[in-house]
């Protein structure tokens, strides 16, 4: 599947300006931790964003422990962030916010 | 794990008055459908349940398609209906409530 | 997504005399119920098969509950069976070979 | 939950010596990445870790990517690593073992 170009250094800042929670991981990626009341919760959470990912073919790494979650997004084939990493986690946001509701 | 006893009829009937979108499966069970977007969100409402199920020792029968799964509560060892059932039923709805916000 | 034709009956027999398990749901569905160790196993054999599912953009009707998992695969669209329909149908085998092992 | 105590040292020695793969993730927890051949077969993994995880309320840390997976065992509550984490650690491999089959 082709991919967006990779964003410019302004494109990505003016987003995470936008998008609290969210901080750089390095130049390449973006990160973001959410908080749940226990672990099946944030298992749930993982489920419900792998079957976001999976249906745009695009995939973060998941962190999930008792009560909490860390989503890292990148594409490794721009070698640093997309327009499609940037819509991804504004989709996380989303499921995140359901699931810890 | 030692379960509570069987629940008179009576006793299902007046937590089925009070709980709507739940309806007998026969005598010794309980059924409820619920209405999700998409599959990604049934299919993390299932994850769900099921951890919470794990957690009790007692699990349902969960059936999940496009949009919508459907629940049954029952106990086999008492042939029928029980607190327990009852009281994860109304996690089930607690979870749905959520997933389908 | 633009789907495969349906199938005439004759190649749906041929298919059904290939794959042991498999049985007619009506004219237009088939089914296999799938036996696991505990119920954990059986969602995460649902989780895997959500994932293909979500892949092909075709998803089945899954009831889960201990120790088993029932999987049917039909096309609404075609009002009933198509290629891809058995195509998801042996990639369920091959998950359920390795999560029933 | 009571937790069982703390392990000596050289008990962890000896167990990381007989299970190859797992390393020392500072003094007071263990680690291991498996390898998947895609993101779906990780997360099915992740969810069948997750249940035998909630049967003993004894969570892990998992970071799950594409095609990959990292398990951390640890207890809080003992500061180190005990012998609920060992057995964990164990049915972690049994698990990884058929979901990388």
Not at 43 to 64: N, S
Not at 73 to 93: C, I, K, N, P, V
């Amino acid at each position: 599947m082709s991919r967006p170009p990779k964003l410019e250094h302004a494109a990505v800042e003016a987003w995470l300006a936008a998008h609290p929670g969210w901080t750089r991981e390095g130049e390449g990626a973006i990160s973001r931790t959410f908080r749940f009341p226990d672990f099946g919760r944030a298992l749930a959470f993982t489920v419900e964003l792998g079957m976001v990912a999976q249906k745009r073919d695009h995939h973060p790494e998941v962190t999930v422990g008792w009560g909490r979650a860390s989503v890292v997004w990148t594409t490794h084939d721009a070698e640093g962030l997309t327009s499609l990493d940037l819509a991804l986690a504004e989709a996380t946001d989303a499921i995140a916010a359901r699931a810890s509701a």
